[in-house]
């Protein structure tokens, strides 16, 4: 959730492989990667991603490329903990950039949240937006 923007996202587990991020298929839903840290991990990134939307449809985390800094990011976990979050950096990147890095369990905790960005065109033989907007997030 960001209280700020008022996005309040429900969270699914995603999957992600070595090469794509799995995207919920609801876009009002927000999904947890596999690869990356669990909610309750002490170490590593926690990476969580949701549409933007569909058409004219805002999606899940549509306002998301708003973010103020330091804007807070809450998270519950499966087993109910809830962890605050600060935010701390914004990145626009093309779609085809984006470091799987960000998905390392190992390293400093953080969390990072990722949407769609930019205009709507195909690329390798698939319709996607062009850009990914990524929120990265301290503990508060």
């Known amino acids: 959730d960001i209280p700020s923007l008022d996005i309040w996202a429900p969270l699914v587990r995603g999957t992600t492989s070595k090469t794509s991020m799995d995207l919920p298929h609801s876009i009002y839903?927000?999904?947890?990667?596999?690869?990356?840290?669990s909610l309750d991990a002490t170490t590593?990134?926690?990476?969580?991603?949701?549409?933007?939307?569909?058409?004219?449809?805002?999606?899940?985390?549509?306002?998301?490329?708003?973010?103020?800094?330091?804007?807070?990011?809450?998270t519950r976990s499966g087993k109910g903990?809830?962890?605050?979050?600060?935010?701390?950096?914004?990145?626009l990147v093309d779609e085809d950039k984006v470091s799987f890095a960000l998905f390392s369990p190992a390293g400093p905790r953080q969390l990072v949240v990722?949407?769609?960005a930019g205009k709507w065109h195909e690329h390798n033989g698939r319709r996607s937006y062009e850009k990914r907007f990524i929120v990265t997030a301290v503990r508060a």
């Open 29 to 37: 839903v927000a999904a947890v990667s596999t690869r990356g840290a």
């Open 44 to 74: 590593g990134s926690t990476v969580i991603s949701g549409h933007v939307g569909a058409g004219p449809i805002p999606g899940a985390l549509h306002p998301l490329s708003q973010i103020a800094p330091s804007a807070e990011l809450v």
């Open 81 to 91: 903990t809830v962890l605050h979050w600060r935010a701390v950096k914004t990145d």
């Open 114 to 116: 990722i949407t769609c």
